[in-house]
């Protein structure tokens, strides 16, 4: 089963298989839904139940007024009263009824609207119970792996990570290699880093890391058009194409033939035609 990461605040990290984590995120999102239907159809029903109540005390007043006109009309006649206010009473009983099936229907909503809020935000706790329970066994598991004594194995054990989409593990990987081997060459790990940034979404780190290579421009370091393609993406990605265009304009001057710079026309046109 492969392994999904979860990153704490202060940089710690956690391992939760991936099926754990989707059917967490599954459920939370199918509470969001059920969350937001409800208070919809609590907004509509409280809605129609005011203006239904607005009815009520309209109607009510009507009554009222018909209680009168019984009286002045009906006065000397006992039984010709007692007949319309015997409809008048039976109406009021029926207008009181409805009254209090509303008024019943909205605290009904309420507490199911309750009951849902914390089911919801209950499940909400759970990532983090799970983190607390779980923190001290994934950084074991890290910490239990034999760490590699050439660089070459660094490397690879950290692109391991990477594969597994494991991000903030392999980071921890290539930060170490990046300590161990702090030379002319270290630029290889320096892009590692940025493509795990670049992977996981977090373009804006991302750039960070593309912006040292690009700003000590290294003669011995071979995939400069590659990291001008993915520095573009990633500000266009962060909403600032016009950052982006500049950089992949760049690179198709500076490497016209390159595999990248097609791909960068190729966005530059999309650009272009929105």
């Known amino acids: 089963m492969i392994g999904i990461c979860v990153v704490l605040l202060g940089g710690c990290f956690i391992f939760l298989s991936r099926e754990e984590g989707e059917q967490m995120m599954d459920e939370i999102n199918r509470l969001k839904t059920e969350l937001k239907n409800l208070k919809e159809r609590h907004y509509l029903d409280q809605q129609t139940t005011e203006e239904k109540l607005r009815n009520y005390d309209r109607e009510a007043q009507k009554l009222s ?26 109406s009021i009983m029926e207008l009181n009824g409805k009254y209090e ?17 914390e089911a919801y935000n209950k499940l909400l706790q759970q990532p983090s119970q799970k983190i607390v329970e779980r923190q001290e066994s994934g950084q074991e598991r890290l910490s239990a792996i034999k760490r590699p004594s050439t660089r070459k194995e660094y ?8 594969a597994d989409k494991q991000w903030e593990a392999a980071r921890v ?10 030379d002319s060459n270290k630029y290889e790990i320096i892009m590692l880093i940025a493509e795990s940034y670049y992977r996981e979404g977090k373009f804006q780190n991302a750039i960070l890391e593309y912006e040292k290579i690009i700003r000590d421009n290294p003669s011995n370091f071979d995939s ?13 990605n962060i909403s600032l194409k016009d950052d982006g265009r500049g950089i992949l304009e760049e690179l198709v001057r500076k490497y016209p033939k390159s595999k990248y710079a097609a791909m960068a026309q190729k966005k530059l046109k999309e650009i272009k035609s929105k």
């Not at 009168?68 to 015997?86: C, H, K, M, P, W």
């Not at 690879?156 to 990477?162: E, H, P, S, V």
């Not at 400069?224 to 266009?236: A, P, R, T």
């Open 65 to 90: 007024q018909s209680l009168e006109n019984i009286r002045s009309t009906y006065g000397s006649n006992v039984a010709d009263f007692g007949v319309q206010l015997d409809k008048v009473i039976n």
């Open 155 to 162: 490397i690879a054990l950290g692109k391991k990570f990477l």
């Open 173 to 182: 990987i290539f930060d170490e290699a990046l300590n161990k081997w702090n």
């Open 224 to 236: 400069l058009d590659e990291v001008l393609f993915k520095m573009g993406i990633s500000f266009i």
């Open 101 to 117: 099936l509303n008024v019943h229907r909205i605290e009904e909503l309420n507490v199911e609207l309750n009951k849902l809020k």
